[in-house]
């Protein structure tokens, strides 16, 4: 596609339930970043992906959060357990090759909402 | 550890008038900078970004930002607003020599008068 697309575009869940975030990178683009934009903590990086490897995954809050890249292209962000503190917009970025000149390019993020 | 700072949470502005929005980082290498702009509803887009040489750097949408390592600052200027500038902007820094970890600011928002 043209751009990085994310789906679903909101999302409200009940405490305790688990929830799937998609992103779908700009075709060809091997780095894919998440991040997350919360009114308190403002915007967090989350966990990078080089193809199918996550070799930063530092920003993940807790164990409840994890990611995966398939097919070097598709990523899902899976939180477990969702919690009122993981209410936010997340972000999913991707760039040609994750070097420092690369732009990344932003989807226009899922808003999460933990009743 | 590496952080940036933004001093002004929010600006407002009247149409036609010039802007500058402030970024300090703290690194101790030089960093890769950017600006991002978010607009309602919107992703980010990166409007320009710095890594080296020349210290005035131009983007898109008539902005301007200058590298002054002395100040350790970024700061983002454009001539004359346009209503339509009226959006979220970042201020970020990536760390040299590795992959593309953003690290942003708070974010300044800037509201436009007509």
């Known amino acids: 596609g043209a751009g990085v697309s994310q789906s679903p575009s909101n999302k409200v869940t009940e405490k305790g339930k688990d929830v799937e975030l998609r992103c779908d990178p700009i075709?060809?683009?091997?780095?894919l970043y998440w991040y997350r934009q919360s009114l308190g903590q403002g915007l967090e990086f989350l966990i990078y992906f080089q193809g199918n490897s996550a070799p930063d995954k530092s920003g993940l809050p807790s164990d409840r959060f994890s990611a995966e890249r398939t097919g070097g292209s598709v990523s899902t962000l899976t939180i477990q357990r969702t919690q009122q503190e993981d209410s936010a917009v997340y972000l999913c970025?991707?760039?040609?090759?994750?070097?420092?000149?690369?732009?990344?390019?932003f989807g226009p993020g899922t808003r999460l909402t933990v009743l | 550890a590496q952080s940036v700072t933004q001093p002004d949470i929010h600006i407002t502005v009247s149409e036609g008038a010039s802007l500058e929005l402030r970024c300090n980082y703290s690194y101790g290498a030089t960093p890769y900078l950017f600006w991002y702009v978010q607009s309602p509803g919107q992703g980010l887009q990166l409007l320009l970004k710095y890594f080296s040489g020349d210290t005035l750097v131009q983007g898109i949408k008539g902005f301007e930002a200058e590298f002054k390592r002395s100040q350790s600052s970024f700061n983002l200027r454009k001539p004359s607003v346009h209503w339509s500038d009226a959006a979220e902007y970042f201020c970020?820094?990536?760390?040299?020599?590795?992959?593309?970890?953003?690290?942003f600011g708070a974010g300044t928002r800037l509201a436009v008068h007509p």
């Open positions: 970020a820094v990536a760390l040299s020599g590795g992959y593309n970890k953003l690290i």
């Open positions: 970025a991707s760039s040609q090759r994750g070097t420092n000149t690369d732009t990344q390019y």
């Open positions: 075709s060809g683009h091997t780095a």
